[in-house]
């Protein structure tokens, strides 16, 4: 993200702790999320740059506390999905394949009202599991990683 002279970028990384030991069969589950959040010349959130489970990046742009746009990327950093849509920036945006998120991955973003502490929270669903990262309207940065009990992982000490 390239940044304006009055900008202030900030970075949060999950720690490792937090990721577990396991590695699923398609998607790699023990990798670090991260999130970058660039605050304007006002101190107020104006974007956010989200790379979650496999490397997968969401931009979301910001005016005055709202959301304004939303950029899915595919794994390759090619834009997949954008939208500007205004109910779906107030409520919830889903960004994937097909109709039925359980059958492919999707990306999902939750975005909460001016008068919650809470901006946004994105999940990305995958076959073997799931990753949310809970950003507040302070900066502070939630990082959560969910492997699903019933699919094949293995130990991350077998890739070392």
Sequence with gaps: MKLKKH?????????KKSTGNRVGVNDSLSLRQRVYIV???HHQIARILIISMDNRPT??????GLATKVKTYTYRRKPWKVTTNKKKLRTVYWAQH?????NVDAIRSKFYTMKSKK???VSTLANDGYVHILIYRDGHVKF??????????YSINDYK
């Excluded at 097909?98 to 359980?102: L, Q, R, V």
């Excluded at 959560?144 to 992982?153: S, W």
């Design 7 to 15: 900008e202030k970028m900030v970075t949060r990384i999950q720690s």
């Design 39 to 41: 605050r304007n010349k």
């Design 59 to 64: 931009k979301i742009y910001f005016r005055n």
């Design 98 to 102: 097909g109709d039925d998120y359980m």
């Design 119 to 121: 901006l946004v929270k």
């Design 144 to 153: 959560h990683t969910e492997v699903i009990e019933h699919n094949i992982t």
